[in-house]
């Protein structure tokens, strides 16, 4: 009997321990990446960018609150959030807690679809069932219904409050001592709410740099940018993966980036053009999946630094 079952109960031994790993430690291992990124005209000052992504904030989530405020100590040039900072429609309190430090410092945002509509309890297993059918978000799928709504009105009368910017489809522009920082943005492709015939035109010729912003980094939202000549693009939405195999990587990446380019910094090329872009794998995850596995947790601290 000790011979039939061994294999077995070891099997469901290092399963318990990967479950456990994953939700007990790895979730709440809370790290920064570091990320230079040559983008720079000549003889520009290096800019220090924070980026946070997926907070998806639940109420009592004191290690994640005390993390994101901690982040201010990095004084930042300015912050750029890209999105899904909900994932509890009473969390705004809290978020705005954790985010309040860093709401001292300029910054620009968009909005990911958890922040408009709270996640849904759904097998993990559809999310590669539907990358095997070419299936992301509402694109191919059918629209969402019975969806609980969050208040994403307060979070927005925040963040203006605080003088961040919002990008939700349009443009918008930062004073840095001297420096004019102009930014163009999508609201969340990953629920068909982008627009970029609002924002089309490329850079803005009298800012000393223009950035795109966009919370889901697919591909028509990459190729629009990087064809009208933005050097960086910022995204997240993808969790890194989030469950990930160690030495291999991401699965899947809930939208139609492939996985290569899943987290971190990468290039992306479109008619003729290259961009940088940096895609956060995010702080936080679903209320109804809260684990990580080999991708821990992150927000990015990205050095900009002149073209060589």
């Not at 849904?120 to 070419?134: C, D, H, I, M, S």
């Amino acid at each position: 009997m000790r011979a039939r079952y061994g294999v077995p109960l070891a099997i469901t031994a290092v399963g318990a321990a990967g479950i456990a790993y994953a939700a007990g430690f790895e979730v709440r291992s809370f790290r920064l990446r570091r990320v230079t990124v040559p983008v720079l005209p000549k003889d520009m000052r290096p800019l220090r960018v924070l980026q946070v992504s997926d907070i998806h904030m639940v109420s009592g989530q004191r290690k994640k609150r005390a993390w994101l405020q901690s982040l201010a100590g990095l004084r930042p040039d300015f912050v750029v959030n890209t999105g899904d900072n909900l994932s509890d429609p009473e969390g705004v309190p809290e978020l705005l807690d954790a985010l309040g430090p860093l709401m001292e410092f300029p910054g620009v945002y968009v909005f990911g679809s958890n922040d408009y509509y709270g996640p849904t309890l759904r097998n993990p297993a559809r999310y590669l069932f539907e990358k095997v059918q070419g299936r992301h978000g509402l694109n191919g799928n059918a629209p969402a219904v019975g969806v609980v709504h969050n208040p994403w009105e307060e979070l927005r009368d925040s963040f203006d409050t605080a003088g961040w910017v919002g990008l939700n489809n349009t443009r918008g522009r930062l004073k840095l001592d001297g420096l004019e920082l102009a930014f163009t943005g999508l609201d969340d492709p990953h629920i068909k709410r982008d627009r970029y015939d609002e924002v089309a035109g490329g850079p803005e010729q009298d800012a000393d740099l223009s950035l795109a912003v966009v919370h889901a980094p697919y591909l028509r939202a990459l190729d629009a940018f990087t064809a009208d000549g933005y050097p960086l693009i910022l995204a997240g939405h993808t969790h890194g993966g989030q469950l990930c195999i160690p030495f291999y990587g991401a699965l899947v990446t809930n939208c139609d980036l492939d996985t290569d380019r899943v987290k971190g910094l990468s290039t992306h090329q479109s008619a003729g053009n290259l961009s940088h872009l940096h895609v956060s794998a995010g702080c936080g995850t679903s209320r109804y999946t809260p684990v990580r596995f080999a991708c821990p947790p992150e927000a990015t601290l990205l050095t900009l630094v002149p073209r060589t």
